[in-house]
């Protein structure tokens, strides 16, 4: 297993913590992933250090609030390099070797946003809605070497950096206001999705996305 993260100082006490734990010590690096050099030559050192890759999940965002009329050339494109580009050039990365292996299982992230109606994060949504373009764009061109790709949808995660800066009494109202679940959607809700569509248990899905956000959408 191995990830790369441009927040090296919790990624490293995740590592740790998982070797103490007994567990498999991931390969990691940090490295920012708006730079595809970077990106793709971490891959590429990974795969040398454990191995190809069968299944790649492409995890990133950055969901920042801005209004509409504050947003300038560099803004957008600094938010798409974020939160669009990386994953197109991280499944370029891996499906060489995917592809002499017979299979493998691409996951992309995206987000309930876009089908949301919020504010403030047009952007973003404008990012994370294009992922399933990619997915469905990518499926018959990948399917034909049984490479399976296909996108989670998650709702409002209760990550800590999302109780942090965004969850407001007026965010706790919406979450009661749209979800048909009365429970906040956290991680581990999302991770069994996840290790599903990397399993052969899910050998005849592909080109489909996948809700977990308690009913919201």
């Not at 441009?6 to 590592?15: F, H, K, N, Q």
């Not at 990365?93 to 996951?107: D, Y």
Request: charged share 25%; aromatic share 8%; net charge negative.
């Amino acid at each position: 297993m191995a990830f790369v993260d441009i927040a090296e100082a919790p990624s490293r006490a995740l590592v740790d913590r998982l070797e103490k734990e007994a567990l498999p010590r991931p390969w990691y690096a940090r490295v920012d992933v708006t730079d595809i050099a970077a990106l793709q030559g971490a891959i590429r050192d990974a795969a040398k250090a454990v191995g190809d890759f069968h299944v790649l999940i492409n995890n990133v965002a950055s969901d920042d609030r801005h209004n509409l009329m504050d947003v300038t050339p560099e803004y957008y494109d600094a938010r798409i390099a974020v939160n669009q580009r990386p994953a197109y050039f991280a499944i370029q990365a891996v499906v060489p070797a995917m592809k002499k292996m017979g299979g493998g299982s691409i996951i992309n992230f995206g987000s309930n946003s876009y089908g949301a109606k919020g504010r403030n994060m047009s952007v973003y949504t404008t990012a994370k809605s294009s992922v399933i373009g990619l997915t469905r764009g990518l499926a018959a061109e990948l399917g034909e070497h049984r490479i399976r790709i296909n996108v989670i949808t998650p709702g409002w995660i209760m990550t800590q950096r999302q109780i942090d800066k965004w969850l407001t009494p007026e965010g706790e109202e919406e979450i009661k206001r749209n979800q048909v679940l009365p429970d906040k959607v956290r991680p581990e809700d999302v991770a069994p999705m996840a290790l599903f569509l990397a399993s052969d248990d899910a050998r005849a899905c592909s080109a489909q996305e996948y809700i977990v956000d308690a009913g919201w959408l």
